[in-house]
Structure formats: structure tokens, C-alpha cells
């Protein structure tokens, strides 16, 4: 069974860093890709980053490339997103989701939702101004 469980959200006040950890079972990450998105209240389900371990590359949204770092523990079937310099706007909920064989048209894809197979639950992140 794929499963994937978030974790390390919180409060956190602006300025601060947080890491979250995404541990994933039922699957390896070769020939796959972890993403990461968030969801704030009101608003769309946007991507955040993403490993695609098929070809060894990752992504990042513009916006929020040089604040925030995707990584992997793939002994520990983990994915890390960490997060500096965190700001009120950065509040979310925010998930980990696989794509299983990502395609060459994933590089174009990766930042949307539809494009993912499994996701998990969630966890908060708050940023305090």
C-alpha cells in the first residue's frame, strides 16, 4: 500500500525556518517523483518543488526558488522540504505527492496537481508576522 505522511509543520514566526519530512511507503523512489505543494485557505492546491529521481532533476516555483530546498534520504524513503526566511503569506497546508513514471512532458508538469498519484495528508505551516 503507497502511503505518504507529512510531518514537522507548526507555528513559526516570520523570519524563521522550518523543515518538513515526507515519509513514504509502499514504493522507491527510482524511476518516480515526490512533489511538494500547499494549499492556504481560499486559495488553489500550488506546486512548491519536486524531485524527479527518473531523471535527476528538481524544480522549484520562481517565486520561491533560494527560500525554500527540496532533498531526500532515499535510505530513509524520505523527501525534506526546508524552508527559510518564512513569511505570513508562506501559511498552509502543505503535502507531499508521488508521480509514478514520470514522462519527459513531467518538467512542464510537475506543478500540477492532476499530474500526481498518491498524496498525503497534510500538515500546517503558520507564519506569525
Known amino acids: 500500500e503507497v502511503q505518504l505522511v507529512e510531518s514537522g509543520g507548526g507555528l513559526v514566526q516570520a523570519g524563521g525556518s522550518l523543515r518538513l519530512s515526507c515519509a513514504a511507503s509502499g514504493f522507491t523512489f527510482d524511476g518516480n517523483a515526490i512533489g511538494w505543494f500547499r494549499q492556504a485557505p481560499g486559495k488553489e492546491r500550488e506546486g512548491v518543488a519536486s524531485?524527479?529521481?527518473?531523471?535527476?532533476?528538481?524544480y522549484y516555483t520562481e517565486s520561491l526558488k533560494g527560500r525554500f530546498t527540496i532533498s531526500s534520504d532515499n535510505a530513509k524513503n524520505t523527501v525534506y522540504l526546508q524552508m527559510n526566511s518564512l513569511k505570513p503569506e508562506d501559511t498552509a497546508v502543505y503535502y507531499c505527492?508521488?508521480?509514478?513514471?514520470?514522462?519527459?512532458?513531467?518538467?512542464?508538469?510537475?506543478?500540477?496537481?492532476?499530474?500526481?498519484?498518491?498524496w498525503g495528508q497534510g500538515t500546517q505551516v503558520t507564519g506569525e508576522a
Open positions: 524531485i524527479n529521481y527518473a531523471a535527476g532533476n528538481t
Open positions: 505527492a508521488t508521480a509514478f513514471s514520470p514522462s519527459f512532458t513531467y518538467r512542464r508538469r510537475w506543478h500540477l496537481p492532476a499530474r500526481y498519484d498518491y
